[in-house]
């Protein structure tokens, strides 16, 4: 599959409310845990014994060091020592390494091996309140596979805020990029509703809304926010919404196109907030109506990009 038919293969699932998920486990116990990652967030698996660890002096205890790997240094992060499995010299030895992009950052991650690739439904991801976590909890949603075993997907964002958070966003560059800017009454006295199920994207989203005091109501999915606008006594009094693209229950391709389809809601500005920045993803969710899009790691310019996405519609609902 050529790299465009890979975006597109990407872009045409999530549209589709589908994810396409690599299985893999993180050591060769029969009993371990099946884990998952989205395919189109990964671009190869290598074995780790074909390639040199240089360490890395006074990193991060996760950061393993780096491998070259077609001409790029790739940090490697140890993903069974995050979830409290530790890995002997011989398992490393046979151990692989899952390398994977994370909003245009190229990672690389240790796994044992990789076992299948399954598509599956959002529908049929379970929403992490069945986990009953708090803030620090790593998995972030699961499914089932054909034999009924558990598969686990995990926060990866999390994993790269714990060990390279300055591949994050920078949430202190809120609220002095929006100094000078004019903000709608609308947005001020209302309540920007935000569909995203990284609990590690969700504090940062809370705290640039909090450093710009402004009011915000946070769902777990897609499908919750939907179900929540569907009861709203009054849509139209919502200033603006976020909402990401992959998440459990409903992604965010079906949240723009409900909306978008809907006479009382396709009027509020939609921005889509992702790590899934390929060019593609961008066209289609600016296809299916959404107002802007903003790649995770900019998600401190995320106030300012509402704020001129509402000036725009106010102005495409005055008469000509």
Known sequence: MSLLEHVDASTNLAKNNE????????????????????????????ESKHHHLTLIPAAHPLLEGTIVLRGLQIPILNLPKWLGSELDKEQKQASNLLICDFNGIIIGIRIMFAHRVIKKNWNEMHAPDSYRLGEDGLVINDTRLDDGSLCLVLDYEKLLA?????????????????????????????????????????????????????????????????????????????????????????????????????????????????????????????????????DKTKSHDIIPLIISSMEESAQNLLPR
């Not at 116990?29 to 190869?44: G, L, M, P, W």
């Not at 909306?259 to 066209?283: D, F, H, Q, W, Y």
């Open 19 to 46: 994810v396409q998920l690599l299985i893999f486990k993180i050591d060769a116990a029969q009993t371990s845990s099946y884990y998952a990652i989205n395919v189109f967030k990964t671009r190869e698996v290598v």
């Open 162 to 294: 714990d060990v390279i958070p300055q591949a994050m966003v920078n949430i202190h560059e809120s609220p002095n990029n929006i100094d000078n800017l004019v903000i709608p009454d609308k947005l001020r006295n209302g309540t920007v509703l935000i569909a995203e199920d990284s609990k590690t994207a969700q504090r940062h989203l809370r705290q640039i809304f909090a450093n710009a005091k402004l009011s915000y109501q946070i769902f777990n999915n897609g499908k919750e926010l939907i179900d929540y606008i569907s009861a709203h006594p009054n849509p139209s009094s919502i200033p603006a919404i976020i909402t990401d693209i992959e998440m459990p229950e409903m992604s965010g391709f079906t949240v723009v196109k409900m909306l978008k389809a809907n006479p009382e809601t396709k009027n509020i500005p939609i921005i889509v907030n992702s790590s899934m920045t390929g060019e593609n993803n961008k066209r289609e969710a600016a296809g299916l109506g959404a107002d802007g899009f903003i």
